[in-house]
């Protein structure tokens, strides 16, 4: 697969840790199922898997080093807390790649605003000794995406990508133009839980309780209407309701991150990617999400965890 025209990515948040699964998805997965998941993606030239220190409380990258890491797209991040302290995008890449057993990664994102411009300088200097080979920005608005540009661009390097919260029931950073910005530059848009943590997914589909059916299962009420229409055009496709949501992204030009840890839902999400909704279909969906008021985790929910003074 082409690592600058990607047509989804697999998301491993829920990757390996049995309590993360358990609690916040209402069933763990043993890891025999998340390598067969892997393996799967392989046959499927879903290449790019997407990671962070802390998926899978921790567990998802030492688990994607043990299934192997040589012929795959590794997607990594760099999580800034507390104050800013000089080699800290450093020391954390070479843990990285000691999980990976790699000497570079494919793809590395500043996962927060904070101390933009040092972590920046942090990941350029990277870059230049080959330890990084695409640089994105996640959770990042408008504003701070301009100004991340011009430092990448000052050093010679382009932005590879934004990774931001955005579904068909998300629509924020499309509605307030940064999705429009990163086309017209040529900079991809990621879209992350384009399923919203499972509220796209459907509701004739019973599964366990969780801490995440919890606090979306009155709300999945509320989006009635959208399931029908979501179910009727998945129908004319051969789509099912979750693979809706992430065609809708496909459609936009958008790439998917989707959370799979079962071999099923890899192959929705490559049905999925191939899939192409026609302009009146997108059109109806658009309008029928943006009647629903129903409350989501909003497209910027990490800026509490932003530093201040940035
Ligand atoms: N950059 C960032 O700040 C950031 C933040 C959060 C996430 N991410 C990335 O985005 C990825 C996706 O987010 P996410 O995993 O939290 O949420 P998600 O992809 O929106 O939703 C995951 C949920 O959808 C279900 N699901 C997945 N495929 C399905 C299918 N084909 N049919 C029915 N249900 C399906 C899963 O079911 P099961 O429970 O059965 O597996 C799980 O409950 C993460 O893995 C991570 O890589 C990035």
Redesign the pocket.
């Known amino acids: 697969m082409e690592i600058l025209k990607p047509l989804a990515?697999v998301?491993?948040?829920?990757w390996g840790s049995a309590a993360y699964?358990k609690v916040l998805?209402?069933?763990s997965?043993d890891i025999d199922t998340i390598r067969k998941c892997y393996e799967r993606a392989k046959e499927k030239d879903l290449m790019i898997f997407?990671?962070?220190q802390d998926?899978g409380l921790g567990k998802a990258q030492k688990m994607i080093g043990e299934f192997g890491t040589d012929d795959v797209i590794i997607s990594s991040?760099f999580t800034p807390t507390g104050s800013y302290k000089a080699g800290q995008v450093r020391r954390s890449l070479e843990k990285d790649l000691q999980d990976f057993g790699r000497k570079y990664i494919d793809i590395y994102?500043l996962?927060l605003p904070s101390d933009i411009e040092k972590n920046l300088n942090e990941i350029i200097a990277l870059v230049k000794e080959g330890k990084i080979k695409h640089v994105g920005i996640?959770?990042f608005t408008l504003e701070e995406c301009k100004r991340s540009k011009e430092i990448l661009d000052r050093a010679g390097i382009p932005l590879y990508g934004v990774?931001?919260?955005y579904?068909l029931i998300n629509r924020e950073w499309e509605k307030n133009g940064l999705v429009a910005w990163c086309q017209k530059n040529g900079i991809l848009f990621w879209a992350?839980?384009?399923?919203?943590?499972?509220m796209?997914?459907?509701p004739r589909?019973k599964?366990k309780m969780?801490l995440?059916k919890l606090i979306f299962n009155g709300r999945k009420r509320k989006l009635h209407s959208l399931y029908v229409l979501m179910n009727r055009i998945g129908n004319k496709h051969d789509l099912?309701i979750?693979?809706v949501a992430m065609a809708f992204c496909v459609t936009k030009g958008i790439v998917p991150?989707?959370?799979?840890?079962?071999p099923?839902?890899v192959d929705?999400?490559f049905a999925a990617a191939n899939a192409k909704l026609t302009d009146s279909e997108m059109r109806l969906l658009e309008n029928e999400a943006d009647k629903i008021n129903v409350k989501i985790l909003g497209a910027d929910m990490?800026r509490f965890a932003v530093k201040k003074n940035r």
């Open positions: 990515v998301g491993t948040n829920s699964g998805r209402g069933e997965v997407d990671l962070a998926y991040k994102w996962h996640s959770n990774q931001n919260h579904s992350w839980a384009v399923l919203e943590e499972g796209l997914t459907d589909v599964t969780s995440m099912k979750p693979q991150v989707c959370g799979c840890r079962k099923y839902q929705d999400l990490f």
